[in-house]
C-alpha cells in the first residue's frame, strides 16, 4: 500500500518530460525524481573508471549514491550516450528499480523516464507519455543549451543533435530490457504546438480525471 499516488511521465530525449514531472509534482505536491539522473550518474561513474560504458555497469549502479546523482556534470551530450549504454544492461537496471519504487513509498511520487509506467510502476495511477517530433525536441534542447537559432552554424548544429536524439531513442526503445514505448493504459500529449504551460494543463487535467476515478 503507498502513501499516495503515482504518476509515471515517460518518452523520448528532450521532450519536455522534466519540466513537465517537476511542474506536476508541484502542483499535486508530490516528490519528484527524474529517473535519467541514475542512469547518467551510472553512466559518469563508468567514464571516470576509463570503462566503455558498454561493458558491464552493475557495480557502479550497485554502489550509486545520493552524492553521485548530485553531481554537475551528469547533462552533456557524453554523459547522456554513456546513460543509454549502461541502461540497456539489464543488471543495471535491476539494480535501481529498488530506489524508484522505495522513492515512492511513502507519499506517493511523480517519476519520469522511460518505463516507470511500463516497467517499474505498471500500477501507477496516472500514465502520462509525452513526445514531439525529432526536429521540435533538437530544437529546444539547442535554446536550452543557449544556442542561437540565426547563427552561421546553427542549421548543421540542429541537424546533429536532431541526429544523436535519433540515434539514442532509437537505442532506448530497442533494448530487450524495459525498452521506452507507450504504456496501453498511457495518455500520449504531442508537444510540437503545445507550450510548456499548455502541456502542464492538458496533464493536470488528465491527471485529476484518473485521481479522482480511482478514489470513486
Ligand atoms: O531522461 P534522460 O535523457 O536523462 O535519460 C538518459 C538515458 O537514461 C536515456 O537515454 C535512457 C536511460 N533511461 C532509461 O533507460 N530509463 C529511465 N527510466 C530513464 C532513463
Redesign the pocket.
Given at each position: 500500500m503507498r502513501g499516495g499516488p503515482v504518476i509515471a511521465v515517460?518518452g523520448p530525449?528532450?521532450a519536455g518530460?522534466?519540466t513537465l514531472a517537476r511542474r506536476l509534482a508541484e502542483a499535486l505536491g508530490l516528490p519528484y525524481l527524474?529517473?535519467?539522473?541514475?542512469?547518467?550518474a551510472v553512466g559518469r561513474l563508468a567514464l571516470d573508471a576509463g570503462q566503455d560504458p558498454a561493458q558491464p555497469a552493475e557495480k557502479f549502479a550497485q554502489a550509486l549514491t545520493p552524492a553521485d546523482m548530485q553531481r554537475k556534470d551528469l547533462r552533456t551530450p557524453d554523459v547522456?550516450l554513456a546513460?543509454?549504454k549502461v541502461?540497456a544492461q539489464p543488471a543495471v537496471?535491476a539494480a535501481l528499480v529498488d530506489t524508484q519504487r522505495r522513492f515512492a513509498a511513502e507519499q506517493g511520487a511523480v517519476l519520469?523516464?522511460?518505463?516507470?509506467g511500463t516497467a517499474?510502476f505498471p500500477d501507477a495511477d496516472v500514465k502520462l507519455f509525452i513526445t514531439a517530433s525529432p526536429a521540435t525536441r533538437a530544437l529546444r534542447r539547442f535554446l536550452q543549451n543557449g544556442g542561437d537559432a540565426t547563427a552561421a552554424d546553427a542549421q548543421t548544429l540542429l541537424r546533429d543533435m536532431e541526429e544523436a536524439l535519433s540515434a539514442?531513442d532509437r537505442?532506448?526503445a530497442s533494448r530487450d530490457s524495459?525498452p521506452?514505448c507507450v504504456a496501453d493504459d498511457a495518455h500520449v500529449i504531442e508537444t510540437d504546438t503545445l507550450d510548456a504551460q499548455a502541456v502542464l494543463a492538458e496533464a493536470l487535467r488528465f491527471a485529476r480525471e484518473r485521481l479522482v476515478a480511482s478514489r470513486a
Open positions: 515517460d530525449a528532450a518530460k522534466g527524474d529517473t535519467g539522473l541514475l542512469y547518467r547522456a546513460a543509454s541502461a537496471r519520469d523516464g522511460r518505463d516507470i517499474i539514442r537505442a532506448d524495459a521506452m
